[in-house]
Every structure is written in C-alpha cells, then in structure tokens.
C-alpha cells in the first residue's frame, strides 16, 4: 500500500540495534547528526539518495533491504 | 565522586568511532556559533552605547567612514565566512531545514514590507522604518528555525 504521507518505511531502529550502536554512533558514522539519524528512523524525513546509498554500504544490505515506499518492485513503480 | 556522577560521565562520554565523530561535529559548531555571537555582540554593543550617549546628549550619533565601512567589512566576514565554515558541519536535515526558514523569514519580508510601503504611500501608516524590517526578518528566521527544529 503507498504511504500517503509521503515518507517510507525503513528498518534503521532495528539494523542500528543489532549492531548496538546508539543514534550518535550511526550518524557519527554516516556523518549526520543524531537528530538526522531520529527523524529517518520516525518516518520524519526521508534521507536523500547519496545517504541512503551510505546506509546501505554501512549495513552491507541492499538499500530495499533497508527502506520499504510500500509500492512493490522496480517493475510496479508506475 | 558519587557513583551516580560516575555513572553519568561513563554515559555521555563517547564510546564508538562515530559517536566521538559526531561529538567533534557538534562542538566544532558550537565553536563557530559562539565565535560569530561574539562577532556580533561586540560591535553591536559598542554601536549601541555610541548611539545611546549621542542621544543622552539629545544629538545623533555620527559614524567616521572608515568605522562603518569596518562594521560593514566585519558584517559581511561574518556573514559568509560563518555561513561556509557552518555548511562545513550541516548535514542534509539542518540544511533543509534552514532553506525552509529562510523562506519563511524571506516571505515574511515580501508580505511586510510591500504592505507597509503601500499603506504608507496612502497616509495609513509612518513610513517604513529599515531596522523594523531586518528585525523582523530575523525574528520570522528564529521563530522558523525553532519551529522546524522541534515541531
């Protein structure tokens, strides 16, 4: 289902916990701020490309794997 | 120490590579935010204080040239210099969030200020007065920022 709000979902809370690293660890990492790292993982803001490519290098997961626009596969984005 | 003053030190202190990262980044901003208030409220005290005996003395204060051509230089020093040093330690959030205010603040200053001028072109109003203007378009930017920053 499209999220109407405009945000996607993604699975930050859980990747960071499994790595036990607190907000500040993972933004010092991506070189964002704490609040940055709050707001993507709430739904408040949605990070841009080059950030979302960052996470998915640093998890070492797909950038699917860690975000969700509830739209489907590359095939069902029209 | 107590035990829960140790506790708290162990706590805040930073413990990975990113968190001691993203304390260097914040205190590096911190740096330059104190460094450019200090920028500003000196000279603007000493401005204030030079007005404030002008008018005891029931006179306008007379700036020298070379003092307002030096107040305009630190201005503008201030103003950019402090700008790129900050978009150094902004990351993509604080970034969009500051485009926003400056917008608000920017389209405070097109709804005020034009209203103002028409009205006064008609006897409505005094004449705009120009530090009104920047005060508020300081005002909005502070009231935007802090809106966007904890809504």
Known sequence: ?78 | MTVSGARAMRDSAPRGEGERRDSARRRTKWLIVAALAVVGIVPGFYMGYQDGAAAAQSRAAIWSPTFAAAMAGIYLLAVIGGGLLLSRVTDELERLRSYKAVSFAGAALMLVYPTWFLLWRGGFVPEPVHWMLFVLFWLSLAVATLWYRFR
């Open chain 1, 1 to 78: 289902m499209v999220d109407f709000e405009g945000f996607v979902k993604n699975r930050l809370k859980v990747l960071r916990a499994e790595r036990d690293w607190s907000q500040a660890e993972l933004g010092g990492r991506l070189g964002v701020s704490r609040q940055a790292v709050n707001a993507i993982e709430t739904g408040k803001y949605d990070p841009s490309l080059p950030l979302a490519f960052k996470l998915s290098r640093l998890f070492s997961v797909p950038i699917e794997e860690i975000f969700d626009d509830g739209v489907g596969g590359p095939g069902d984005a029209r």
